[in-house]
């Protein structure tokens, strides 16, 4: 019993270690939706936000 207990601690580190070290594949966003976050934190202008936009509204 007490090995399990072991192999549960080392699986939860291990998986604790896997999640934080940036392994994980960030999900697939579009351009589009990238844009849209931009504009949201204030990294771009709206002049910057529209002309991308018709940019990325061109290419599809």
Known sequence: MMYAWII???A??????????GRVQPKHENPLDILKERYAKGEITKQEYE???RIINSKN
């Open 8 to 10: 549960l601690v080392i």
């Open 51 to 53: 002309e991308q936009k």
């Open 12 to 21: 939860i580190i291990i998986g604790l270690w896997y999640f934080s070290s």
